[in-house]
């Protein structure tokens, strides 16, 4: 077979997806006639203004928030980083304490890093084997100048759903201010602010079909913040610069787009990755799950094979087109194991042979039996080169 006749399959939905058709469809006229700034009071900016508007209560509604309480960033990052370092610096008057997780995406560890140096406090709340946040080690680690709390609602790296709604009301009872890293929650699970009773939540484009460099912040109303960029008053002077209108059109078409089809997308994703790990799991031996089955975004699957370099599976799967990632996308090429799976306690040698395979919405079944039958292959042929396996 030559390269041009074969399948080529992308679990790597997790690292980004494709733009939706519908999405672009939406896009493309905001990059040629209507192409105005929506700072203007002509014509040219007026209908931007409202294009932007309604983009922005489309993305509302996604979430049961109100319209002036969300901001459009620059992507998940840039509103992680708006959350917290410009909640730090806005109530430092009040406290220097803040509580993550350990597992968290590198915009919120980096953040609290930088933060650590400006003289902040951070508190990194452990993980259990499958990755879960305990509620009570929350309780314990709040202190009278604790001023926020961060904790993912899904993790990127091995799907699981922490308890966002149990760990928001605590610190809410505390009378500290909650943000959750919603990006790989968007459009798999249900993200409602007023039922998870947070005060900021993070959205990017590019996880949801979306376009690549464009999120979005929930504020709640009243909350203490600072810009993070400074320049023109857009945004409400939360987020100077010139509104990216095409991408904000996009991603709130890609967020009306999930949203909806949210519920038959989630059975489509736990059947593919259900069967995909009964098939896999029977046709290879020593094959172990990071994570857990049930409480997990229901296109994430972590597993690790025993023995065998989690790069080295990358790479012969890539040569028969299939595509998918260790850990996470950012930390590929590094050869330091997992933050997330270290947190878990996996074992450096198992987490070294991790493998993250994230399905998406044009996956298929066929998809599925593709990797099923070339996979088992390309582990033994791998194992039989481990000295680190005993062959049985
Ligand atoms: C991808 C990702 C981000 C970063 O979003 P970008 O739009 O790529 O900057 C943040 N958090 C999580 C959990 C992610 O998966």
């Given at each position: 077979m030559n390269d041009s006749q074969m399948r080529r399959v992308y679990l790597d939905h997790n690292a980004t997806t494709p733009v939706h058709p519908e999405v672009l469809g939406a896009m493309l006229p905001y990059y040629k006639e209507?192409?105005?700034?929506?700072?203007?009071?002509?014509?040219?900016?007026?209908?931007?203004?409202?294009?932007?508007?309604?983009?922005?209560?489309?993305?509302?509604?996604?979430?049961?928030?109100?319209?002036?309480?969300?901001?459009?960033?620059?992507?998940?990052?840039?509103?992680?980083?708006?959350?917290?370092?410009?909640?730090?610096?806005?109530?430092?008057?009040?406290?220097?304490?803040?509580?993550?997780?350990?597992?968290?995406?590198?915009?919120?560890?980096?953040?609290?890093?930088?933060?650590?140096?400006?003289?902040?406090?951070?508190?990194?709340?452990?993980?259990?084997?499958?990755?879960?946040?305990?509620p009570d080690d929350l309780k314990k680690a709040l202190r009278k100048d604790t001023i926020l709390v961060s904790i993912m609602y899904a993790n990127n790296e091995v799907g699981t759903i922490e308890p966002v709604e149990e760990l928001a009301k605590i610190a809410k009872d505390n009378g500290v201010y909650f943000h959750t890293d919603a990006v790989q929650a968007m459009g798999k699970i249900p993200a409602d602010v007023q039922k998870l009773n947070v005060d900021m939540l993070s959205v990017s484009g590019h996880k949801i079909y979306g376009p690549k460099g464009v999120g979005a912040i929930y504020i709640r109303k009243g909350t203490r913040i600072i810009p993070w960029s400074h320049g023109g008053s857009h945004e409400r002077s939360r987020r100077a610069g010139t509104e990216n209108v095409?991408?904000?059109?996009?991603?709130?078409?890609?967020?009306?787009?999930?949203?909806?089809?949210?519920?038959?997308?989630?059975?489509?994703l736990r059947n593919l990755t259900e069967t995909f790990y009964r098939k896999l799991t029977q046709a290879i031996p020593d094959v172990f799950l990071n994570g857990h089955l049930e409480k997990r975004i229901p296109n994430t699957l972590s597993l690790s094979f025993k023995a065998v370099e989690g790069e080295s599976i990358i790479l012969s799967l890539d040569l028969k087109g299939v595509a998918v990632s260790t850990g996470s996308a950012c930390a590929s090429g590094s050869l330091e194991p997992s933050h997330v799976l270290s947190a878990m306690g996996i074992a450096p040698e198992l987490a070294q042979a991790a493998i993250r395979f994230s399905f998406g919405r044009d996956n298929t079944m066929e998809d599925v039996d593709y990797v099923v039958k070339i996979l088992p292959e390309i582990v033994s042929r791998l194992r039989s080169m481990s000295p680190l396996y005993a062959n049985k």
């Open positions: 209507k192409f105005g700034n929506a700072s203007s009071i002509h014509g040219f900016g007026k209908e931007i203004k409202v294009a932007l508007e309604e983009s922005r209560e489309k993305v509302a509604k996604s979430i049961n928030a109100t319209s002036n309480e969300i901001y459009f960033t620059g992507g998940g990052t840039e509103s992680d980083n708006l959350a917290i370092k410009g909640t730090a610096f806005a109530n430092r008057k009040k406290g220097k304490h803040i509580i993550t997780s350990k597992i968290e995406h590198h915009a919120i560890l980096e953040s609290c890093k930088f933060l650590e140096k400006e003289g902040f406090e951070i508190a990194y709340l452990p993980v259990d084997k499958s990755g879960f946040v305990d095409p991408g904000i059109v996009g991603l709130a078409k890609a967020l009306e787009i999930v949203h909806k089809e949210m519920e038959e997308q989630s059975k489509h």
